[in-house]
């Protein structure tokens, strides 16, 4: 089956400490996003790619960083600068442009600090 | 700065009766909409997307509508049932590869 899948499901941070989450997608869309969630808010974006080896910063990038040397993979890093990282992590991609852009997002990575 | 706006946060209905979530948005230059559903602790699922120059989309229960010029769309739910019952939110896309979400509006069906 084509998805987006995210690893851990859950995530333990300790002070200082970087962790990575994994999103891992075979639709072969080229434009991944990730997006912060806490609870009773909206999703917020952190850092976003179109294409390979290319990523812009979102709202929220400061504390994150992003690599995307494959299409199919799109980690992210949340660094010990990141001071309040526990939320719910939403790994997206998408497809089609403009008005037809549709987006898809995988099951979520719950970040807690210990 | 673009916002995005859902009112109410939380709405509970009885099984069976029709029911409509509303969604607001700031800026009209959209480019589409789209409805999500959420259930606890996973990811968004997609239901509808309204592309700027639809008024409307269906899909089984649900209709979506889309008025640009107030800034609002609406998510429609007939006959609501309990396995309804879940966050929805909406997210606009406008013309430099971003969407924005609002808060959501978590239903109850109460069986």
């Known amino acids: 089956d084509g998805g987006i899948t995210q690893s851990p499901k859950y995530l333990f941070r300790k002070e200082g400490q970087n962790v990575t989450l994994s999103c891992e997608q075979n639709l072969n869309h080229d434009a991944m996003y990730w997006y912060r969630q806490d609870p009773g808010q909206g999703l917020r974006l952190i850092y976003y790619?179109?294409?390979?080896?290319?990523?812009q910063k979102g709202d929220i990038a400061e504390g994150y960083s992003v690599s995307r040397e494959k299409k199919e993979s799109f980690p992210l890093t949340v660094t010990s600068a990141q001071k309040n990282p526990t939320a719910f992590y939403l790994c997206?991609?998408?497809?089609?442009?403009?008005?037809?852009?549709?987006?898809?997002f995988g099951s979520g990575t719950q970040l807690s600090v210990l | 700065k673009q916002e995005v706006t859902q009112i109410p946060a939380a709405l509970s209905v009885p099984e069976g009766e029709n029911l409509v979530l509303n969604c607001s948005f700031t800026?009209?230059?959209?480019?589409?909409l789209q409805w999500f559903r959420q259930d606890p602790g996973k990811g968004l699922t997609s239901l509808l997307l309204?592309?700027?120059?639809?008024r409307e989309q269906t899909s089984g229960r649900l209709n979506a509508s889309l008025d640009k010029s107030s800034g609002r769309s609406t998510l429609y739910i007939a006959a609501s049932q309990p396995g309804d019952s879940a966050t929805y939110l909406c997210a606009v896309r406008y013309n430099f590869n971003k969407f924005y979400f609002g808060s959501g509006t978590k239903l109850n069906v109460k069986p």
């Open positions: 997206a991609s998408s497809i089609g442009s403009h008005r037809t852009e549709k987006l898809f």
């Open positions: 309204i592309q700027s120059s639809q």
């Open positions: 790619s179109q294409i390979v080896n290319d990523f």
């Open positions: 800026d009209s230059a959209i480019y589409n």
